[in-house]
């Protein structure tokens, strides 16, 4: 079992920054396959960024070249560093760890970009 906490959310001018963490209980954090979700206000979950045990970081093309996803497995955590921020990434950020078939999810937590 994997348990994910995510912090960070807020309200944030355009243009602004945000970070976001997602804490993992549980072992082998390392092997996990790590990605931040969004689910804007009346769409479907998409996906933001993955970042794998090893190999290639995805990311959305909407936010590629303003965040960055990160992980730190000493501290069983991942981030998403997020810059120049528009009203549109406006969503709950949602944190999913994924082995296999073993898929987990955290509570989410706000986003809100706006003036």
């Known amino acids: 079992q994997v348990q994910l906490v995510e912090s960070g959310g807020g309200l944030v001018q355009p243009g602004g920054s945000l970070r976001l963490s997602c804490a993992a209980s549980?072992?082998?954090?390392?092997?996990?396959?790590m990605g931040w979700y969004r689910q804007p206000p009346g769409k479907q979950r998409e996906l933001v960024a993955v970042?794998?045990?090893?190999?290639?970081?995805n990311y959305a093309d909407s936010v590629k070249g303003r965040f960055t996803i990160s992980r730190d497995n000493a501290k069983n955590t991942v981030y998403l560093q997020m810059n120049e921020l528009k009203p549109e990434d406006t969503a709950v950020y949602y944190c999913?760890?994924?082995?296999?078939?073993?898929?987990?999810w955290g509570q989410g937590t706000q986003v809100t970009v706006s003036s």
């Open positions: 549980g072992s082998a954090f390392s092997i996990y396959k």
């Open positions: 999913k760890a994924e082995r296999g078939w073993a898929v987990y």
């Open positions: 970042i794998p045990s090893g190999g290639t970081i």
